[in-house]
């Protein structure tokens, strides 16, 4: 079983920055891509950002592209997402995800193992 836990969100004005952290609880997690997804209260899940397990690939939701960056400590058994440029149109519930295998993914349903979230609010 592996454990997710997210932190560093918060409230933070439009044009901040804020970076999240997810720590997991496995020796598996060289081996598991990892991805970010958000969700406001009322509608879908929605893909932020992945990362291959080895760290060398990344993928990025169109709406983040260039404003945040995901990247990994294999070491520290961490992921990161930087968010730079906040706008409140990404206010949300930000989740942590590992899938069981090494190739980054951008569906919901790819990912086997979820965190509780983090909020992030971002408002003047």
């Known amino acids: 079983q592996v454990q997710l836990v997210e932190s560093g969100g918060g409230l933070v004005q439009p044009g901040g920055s804020l970076r999240l952290s997810c720590a997991a609880s496995?020796?598996?997690?060289?081996?598991?891509?990892m991805g970010w997804f958000r969700q406001v209260q009322g509608k879908e899940r929605e893909f932020v950002a992945a990362i291959s397990a080895s760290g060398v690939f990344t993928r990025y939701a169109d709406s983040v592209k260039g404003r945040f960056t995901i990247f990994r400590d294999n070491a520290k058994n961490t992921v990161y997402l930087q968010m730079n440029s906040l706008k409140p149109e990404d206010t949300a519930v930000y989740l942590c995800?590992?899938?069981?295998?090494?190739?980054?993914?951008?569906?919901?349903?790819?990912?086997?193992?979820w965190g509780q979230g983090t909020q992030v609010t971002v408002s003047s």
């Open positions: 496995t020796r598996t997690f060289s081996s598991s891509a």
């Open positions: 995800a590992a899938r069981s295998t090494v190739g980054v993914g951008s569906r919901v349903g790819e990912y086997d193992y």
